[in-house]
Protein backbone atom coordinates (compact mmCIF):
# COMPACT_ATOMS: atom_id res chain seq x y z
CA UNK A 1 0.00 0.00 0.00
CA UNK A 2 1.12 3.55 -1.18
CA UNK A 3 0.56 7.01 1.26
CA UNK A 4 -0.01 10.23 0.03
CA UNK A 5 0.82 12.63 2.72
CA UNK A 6 3.67 12.62 5.12
CA UNK A 7 1.76 14.81 7.26
CA UNK A 8 0.69 14.20 11.26
CA UNK A 9 -2.40 12.66 9.94
CA UNK A 10 -0.16 10.02 8.10
CA UNK A 11 1.06 8.53 11.11
CA UNK A 12 -2.43 7.39 12.19
CA UNK A 13 -2.98 5.50 9.39
CA UNK A 14 0.09 3.72 9.87
CA UNK A 15 -0.89 2.95 12.83
CA UNK A 16 -4.31 1.20 11.30
CA UNK A 17 -1.85 -0.38 9.12
CA UNK A 18 0.13 -1.49 11.40
CA UNK A 19 -2.88 -3.03 13.39
CA UNK A 20 -3.85 -5.21 10.61
CA UNK A 21 -0.36 -6.47 9.68
CA UNK A 22 -1.11 -4.63 5.83
CA UNK A 23 2.67 -3.22 4.87
CA UNK A 24 2.90 0.32 3.70
CA UNK A 25 5.96 0.50 1.54
CA UNK A 26 6.30 3.99 0.45
CA UNK A 27 4.57 7.65 1.59
CA UNK A 28 4.23 9.93 -2.06
CA UNK A 29 4.49 13.80 -0.63
CA UNK A 30 4.31 17.03 -3.17
CA UNK A 31 6.79 19.05 -0.41
CA UNK A 32 8.14 16.68 2.03
CA UNK A 33 9.33 17.44 5.38
CA UNK A 34 11.16 14.16 6.32
CA UNK A 35 12.69 11.44 4.48
CA UNK A 36 10.73 9.35 6.51
CA UNK A 37 7.51 9.12 8.73
CA UNK A 38 7.46 6.00 11.46
CA UNK A 39 10.87 4.95 9.17
CA UNK A 40 8.49 4.68 5.64
CA UNK A 41 10.56 6.40 3.23
CA UNK A 42 9.34 9.66 1.89
CA UNK A 43 9.91 10.92 -1.95
CA UNK A 44 8.58 13.88 -3.57
CA UNK A 45 5.67 12.59 -6.11
CA UNK A 46 6.63 12.17 -9.47
CA UNK A 47 3.25 11.46 -11.75
CA UNK A 48 5.27 9.58 -14.35
CA UNK A 49 6.87 6.99 -11.13
CA UNK A 50 2.92 6.66 -9.41
CA UNK A 51 1.65 5.22 -12.84
CA UNK A 52 3.55 2.58 -12.72
CA UNK A 53 2.35 1.41 -9.62
CA UNK A 54 -0.06 -1.35 -8.70
CA UNK A 55 -0.86 -1.44 -4.86
CA UNK A 56 -3.35 0.46 -3.59
CA UNK A 57 -3.11 4.25 -2.42
CA UNK A 58 -4.39 5.78 1.27
CA UNK A 59 -4.53 9.76 1.15
CA UNK A 60 -3.11 10.23 4.35
CA UNK A 61 -4.15 13.95 4.58
CA UNK A 62 -6.15 15.56 7.05
CA UNK A 63 -7.74 18.82 4.99
CA UNK A 64 -10.79 17.22 3.39
CA UNK A 65 -10.63 19.45 0.48
CA UNK A 66 -7.25 18.46 -0.43
CA UNK A 67 -7.72 15.30 -0.01
CA UNK A 68 -10.37 15.52 -2.53
CA UNK A 69 -7.88 17.51 -5.20
CA UNK A 70 -5.38 14.63 -4.86
CA UNK A 71 -7.44 12.23 -5.35
CA UNK A 72 -8.85 13.33 -8.65
CA UNK A 73 -5.20 13.68 -9.50
CA UNK A 74 -4.26 10.10 -8.24
CA UNK A 75 -7.47 8.81 -10.74
CA UNK A 76 -8.08 5.60 -8.96
CA UNK A 77 -7.06 2.19 -7.07
CA UNK A 78 -7.88 3.64 -3.51
CA UNK A 79 -8.16 1.03 -0.77
CA UNK A 80 -9.80 1.05 2.48
CA UNK A 81 -8.06 0.96 6.25
CA UNK A 82 -9.54 -0.52 9.46
CA UNK A 83 -8.23 -0.48 12.66
CA UNK A 84 -8.34 -4.18 14.61
CA UNK A 85 -9.84 -2.55 17.91
CA UNK A 86 -12.49 -0.28 15.23
CA UNK A 87 -16.01 -2.22 15.29
CA UNK A 88 -17.65 -2.01 11.82
CA UNK A 89 -20.94 -3.71 11.36
CA UNK A 90 -21.48 -6.08 8.13
CA UNK A 91 -24.51 -4.66 7.39
CA UNK A 92 -22.59 -1.61 6.50
CA UNK A 93 -20.93 -0.20 3.17
CA UNK A 94 -17.24 1.85 3.17
CA UNK A 95 -16.14 3.69 0.11
CA UNK A 96 -12.76 3.38 -1.31
CA UNK A 97 -9.80 5.80 0.55
CA UNK A 98 -11.54 5.55 3.38
CA UNK A 99 -9.89 5.16 6.92
CA UNK A 100 -11.24 3.63 10.77
CA UNK A 101 -9.21 4.61 13.45
CA UNK A 102 -8.91 2.90 16.80
CA UNK A 103 -11.63 2.05 19.12
CA UNK A 104 -13.84 3.83 16.46
CA UNK A 105 -17.87 2.23 15.46
CA UNK A 106 -19.43 2.09 12.44
CA UNK A 107 -23.23 0.72 13.19
CA UNK A 108 -26.10 -1.46 11.22
CA UNK A 109 -26.93 -0.21 7.73
CA UNK A 110 -24.62 3.14 7.49
CA UNK A 111 -23.34 4.11 4.25
CA UNK A 112 -19.53 5.50 4.02
CA UNK A 113 -18.78 7.38 1.30
CA UNK A 114 -15.14 7.95 -0.20
CA UNK A 115 -11.71 9.18 1.30
CA UNK A 116 -13.54 9.76 4.77
CA UNK A 117 -12.34 9.93 7.68
CA UNK A 118 -14.10 8.32 11.01
CA UNK A 119 -11.10 8.95 13.41
CA UNK A 120 -10.14 7.75 16.84
CA UNK A 121 -13.46 6.60 19.22
CA UNK A 122 -15.73 8.29 16.84
CA UNK A 123 -19.34 6.38 16.72
CA UNK A 124 -21.58 6.44 13.89
CA UNK A 125 -25.41 4.83 14.59
CA UNK A 126 -27.02 3.01 12.50
CA UNK A 127 -28.43 4.05 9.15
CA UNK A 128 -26.67 7.56 8.61
CA UNK A 129 -25.15 8.19 5.58
CA UNK A 130 -21.73 9.95 5.41
CA UNK A 131 -20.82 11.42 1.88
CA UNK A 132 -16.97 11.38 0.42
CA UNK A 133 -14.40 13.29 1.94
CA UNK A 134 -15.87 13.81 5.31
CA UNK A 135 -13.81 13.81 8.29
CA UNK A 136 -15.17 12.60 11.87
CA UNK A 137 -13.10 13.51 14.65
CA UNK A 138 -12.25 11.70 17.88
CA UNK A 139 -15.12 10.85 19.94
CA UNK A 140 -17.54 12.60 17.94
CA UNK A 141 -21.20 10.46 18.39
CA UNK A 142 -23.39 10.87 15.40
CA UNK A 143 -26.89 9.47 16.51
CA UNK A 144 -28.97 7.48 14.09
CA UNK A 145 -29.94 8.09 10.85
CA UNK A 146 -27.87 11.34 10.58
CA UNK A 147 -27.01 12.84 7.75
CA UNK A 148 -23.33 13.92 6.53
CA UNK A 149 -22.64 15.99 3.19
CA UNK A 150 -19.41 15.84 0.84
CA UNK A 151 -16.19 17.15 2.85
CA UNK A 152 -17.84 18.71 5.90
CA UNK A 153 -15.86 18.45 9.21
CA UNK A 154 -17.55 17.08 12.40
CA UNK A 155 -15.30 18.89 15.54
CA UNK A 156 -13.96 16.72 18.38
CA UNK A 157 -16.60 15.26 21.00
CA UNK A 158 -19.05 17.13 19.12
CA UNK A 159 -22.75 15.20 19.21
CA UNK A 160 -25.86 15.78 16.59
CA UNK A 161 -28.83 14.23 17.27
CA UNK A 162 -30.96 11.81 15.32
CA UNK A 163 -32.21 12.44 12.25
CA UNK A 164 -30.47 15.48 11.61
CA UNK A 165 -29.29 16.71 7.92
CA UNK A 166 -25.60 18.39 7.99
CA UNK A 167 -25.05 19.92 5.04
CA UNK A 168 -22.29 20.16 2.27
CA UNK A 169 -18.75 21.30 3.40
CA UNK A 170 -20.53 22.61 7.13
CA UNK A 171 -18.11 22.57 9.91
CA UNK A 172 -19.19 21.50 13.50
CA UNK A 173 -17.08 22.69 16.03
CA UNK A 174 -15.47 20.69 19.15
CA UNK A 175 -17.75 19.65 21.26
CA UNK A 176 -20.82 21.09 20.05
CA UNK A 177 -24.31 19.66 19.99
CA UNK A 178 -26.11 19.85 17.20
CA UNK A 179 -30.37 19.81 17.40
CA UNK A 180 -31.37 20.99 13.90
CA UNK A 181 -30.13 20.64 10.62
CA UNK A 182 -27.57 22.63 8.98
CA UNK A 183 -27.03 24.32 5.88
CA UNK A 184 -24.30 24.05 3.05
CA UNK A 185 -21.21 25.76 3.82
CA UNK A 186 -22.26 27.00 7.58
CA UNK A 187 -19.94 26.81 10.45
CA UNK A 188 -22.18 26.01 13.96
CA UNK A 189 -20.46 25.97 17.33
CA UNK A 190 -22.08 25.60 20.94
CA UNK A 191 -24.83 24.04 22.72
CA UNK A 192 -27.09 24.09 21.27
CA UNK A 193 -25.47 24.90 18.20
CA UNK A 194 -25.48 27.91 16.75
CA UNK A 195 -24.46 29.23 13.12
CA UNK A 196 -20.94 31.73 13.53
CA UNK A 197 -20.51 31.57 9.40
CA UNK A 198 -21.82 30.77 6.64
CA UNK A 199 -20.00 30.53 3.31
CA UNK A 200 -21.24 30.35 -0.31
CA UNK A 201 -17.65 29.04 -1.50
CA UNK A 202 -18.29 25.32 -1.11
Known amino acids: MILFGASGHSKSVIDIAESIGAKITLIYDDNPSADAVCHIPVEIYNKDFALAIKEPWIISIG ?15 FGILIHRTAYRSSWSTLGVGTVVMANAVV ?15 AVVEHDCVIDNFVHISPNVSLAGGVKVG ?15 TIGKWATIGAGSVIIKDVPDGATVVGNPGRIIKQSSNL
Open 150 to 164: EGSHIGIGACVLPEI
Open 107 to 121: NSATTIGEHCIINTG
Open 63 to 77: NNKIRKKVSERLGGN
